[in-house]
């Protein structure tokens, strides 16, 4: 993923060079191998989201469960229309409808990436919440020194909520992770259904941030958002 966003960057930044034709039609082949590579290898994460889905319907909280649930569920549909589009793509079944099914993929993927967003505002305002809690109980000596924390960011209005936003960002590096990470991957989406164009250089450095936290995550599984 991180080697196919590279392309599409690098592609975009040198493809106005005339002398680099050759090296942007070669760019643009080695994405696209990437992408029907990835389209391979996601062919069992439809069963893998369901068995999420399925997991996470039992949560005990009411907002979390609702939100992983339909987002594992939409990015079943995802995999499934990816899926279909591989087909496609190795010609199995040639006479497939490609820019519906890609619009449906598309779709999917956006309504699983806003869910996801709308996951983690509910996390952020649990925590602020906490941390206006805390604010409040100066008497108890176990949170004064943290209260003090608190009171040298506070102010009011947005700069007051943006400092408090940065310092629960800050003390939560698994949200934090998960949040630029959900919003780097909403710029193809919104790109590709028409929401708010960019270009391929946006998509291109985005999907390669997204990309490296997703690397980052894996090799340090703390780092991780959990469900």
């Keep these: 993923r991180a080697t196919q966003y590279t392309c599409m960057l690098l592609s975009y930044l040198i493809e106005n060079k005339a002398d680099k034709k050759k090296l942007v039609m070669k760019l643009k082949q080695l ?65 497939i409808d490609k820019p519906k099914w890609q619009n449906w993929a598309t779709k999917c993927y956006y309504y699983s990436l806003l869910i996801n967003l709308a996951r983690d505002w509910y996390e952020i305002s649990w925590r602020l919440e ?45 949200l934090l992770l998960d949040l630029v990470k959900n919003l780097c991957d909403l710029s193809g989406p919104l790109d590709t259904l028409g929401i708010y164009k960019t270009n391929p250089g946006v998509i291109g450095f985005c999907g390669i941030l997204s990309s490296l936290v997703g690397i980052l995550t894996l090799a340090s599984p703390h780092l991780k958002l959990k469900q």
Excluded: I
């Design 31 to 95: 994405e696209s191998s990437m992408s029907s590579g990835r389209k391979m290898f996601r062919l069992g994460n439809m069963v893998h989201a369901l068995v999420a889905a399925r997991r996470t319907a039992e949560l005990p909280e009411v907002v979390p469960r609702f939100c992983l649930t339909a987002s594992h569920l939409s990015r079943a549909l995802y995999f499934l229309c990816d899926a279909v589009l591989w087909l496609r793509s190795v010609g199995l079944q040639p006479d």
């Design 130 to 174: 906490q941390a206006a809690l805390e604010e409040k109980t100066k008497e108890n000596c176990c949170w004064q020194k943290h209260s003090e924390e608190l009171n040298c960011v506070k102010s009011d209005g947005l700069h007051g909520f943006l400092l408090q936003l940065f310092q629960v960002l800050k003390r939560n590096p698994p």
